[in-house]
C-alpha cells in the first residue's frame, strides 16, 4: 500500500495513492515550498504518534504530551521569525561574502541542515551544503577556510558539545562562522530557546528559511517570478508512454 502526503488530492502522486493524507498546507505563494516542507514534517510525526497510539506504544497522556509539544514549537514560530531578522540585519554580509553556506546539524536537525541547503541553494541561488553533526566534525573540517560560512544548529541536546566546538572553531580558527539556537558561542549568534520538544525541528525549520528568504529578497531577487520547470517536468513524465 502506498501512502501520499500532499497540498492537494488533485495532485499527480494523489491520484495514483491508495491512500492520501492532506497536509493542509494550501498553495504557498512562492515557488519555493517552505510552509510544504515544515507540514509534510508535521504531517509525517503526527502519523508516526498516531500509529504509535493504535499499537499500544504511547498512552493517551503520552500523545496528549506530544501534541502540546507540537503546539508550542508552532506557538514559538513567529518569535522565531522576528529574531532569525534581527539577526540577519547585522551578519547578513559575512554570509553573503562566502563562497559556500554550509548548515550542519545532529538528530532531528540533520533534516532542517539538508532543507536549509536546499532553501537557499534554489531561493538565493549560493552554493549551499547540509551535513550532519558527525560528519561536519570529520573530514569536511580540514577543508574548511574563511570562504565558508559555517551555520551550526544546537538544539542543546546529545550534539550539544560537538555544535559548540565546531562553531567555536569556524569563529577563531576561520572567522566565518554562527551558532543557531542554544548556547551562543559569541554575541553574534542567534539565540533561542526552543520550545517543542521533539518537534524542535520545525521551529530550526523557520529560522533557515527565512535566512534564505531573505538572503534572496537582499540580493534583488523577485520571488514571485514564475519558475521555468519544463525541465523537471520533462523528467517527472519520463515514464509515461507515448
Same mark, same amino acid.
Given at each position: ?52 497510539? #493504535? ?26 521569525? *522576528?529574531?532569525?531578522?534581527? #539577526?540577519?540585519?547585522? &551578519? ?13 546539524? /545532529? /538528530? ?13 541553494? *534554489?531561493?538565493? $541561488? ?8 558527525? *560528519? ?9 577556510? $574563511? ?12 550534539? &550539544? ?10 569563529? +577563531?580558527?576561520?572567522? &566565518? ?19 517543542? /520538544?521533539?518537534?524542535?525541528?520545525? *521551529? ?24 521555468? &520547470? ?8 519520463? +515514464?509515461?508512454?507515448?
Amino acid at each position: 500500500m502506498t501512502v501520499v502526503i500532499s497540498e492537494s488530492a488533485k495532485t499527480m502522486a494523489a491520484k495514483k495513492a491508495d491512500v492520501f493524507i492532506d497536509m493542509h498546507c494550501g498553495r504557498e505563494e512562492y515557488p519555493m515550498r517552505t510552509i510544504g516542507y515544515s507540514a509534510t514534517v508535521l504531517t509525517v510525526m503526527m502519523l508516526g504518534i498516531a500509529i504509535g497510539e #493504535w499499537r499500544g506504544n504511547l498512552s493517551s497522556a503520552e500523545v496528549c504530551a506530544c501534541l502540546e509539544s507540537a503546539a508550542a514549537a508552532a506557538g514559538n514560530i513567529p518569535a522565531v521569525i *522576528e529574531k532569525t531578522m534581527g #539577526w540577519l540585519d547585522h &551578519n547578513r554580509r559575512n554570509i553573503l561574502r562566502a563562497d559556500c553556506l554550509i548548515f550542519t546539524g /545532529g /538528530g532531528p536537525l540533520y533534516g532542517v541542515a539538508l532543507e536549509g541547503a536546499v532553501k537557499v541553494w *534554489e531561493t538565493p $541561488q549560493m552554493v549551499s551544503i547540509g551535513f550532519e553533526m558527525e *560528519e561536519g566534525m570529520h573530514g569536511p573540517n580540514y577543508g574548511y577556510s $574563511q570562504r565558508h560560512c559555517v551555520i551550526v544548529l544546537n538544539d542543546g541536546g546529545a550534539d &550539544n558539545d560537538r555544535a559548540v566546538s565546531l562553531c567555536s572553531f569556524m569563529k +577563531h580558527e576561520k572567522n &566565518n562562522g554562527f551558532l543557531i539556537g542554544v548556547n551562543p558561542v559569541g554575541e553574534d549568534d542567534l539565540e533561542f530557546e526552543p520550545k517543542g /520538544g521533539d518537534f524542535c525541528c520545525l *521551529e530550526f525549520a523557520a529560522a533557515v528559511q527565512v535566512i534564505s528568504f531573505r538572503l534572496a529578497v537582499d540580493q534583488g531577487r523577485d520571488l514571485y517570478a514564475p519558475h521555468d &520547470n519544463h525541465v523537471m517536468m520533462k523528467y517527472f513524465r519520463s +515514464h509515461e508512454e507515448d
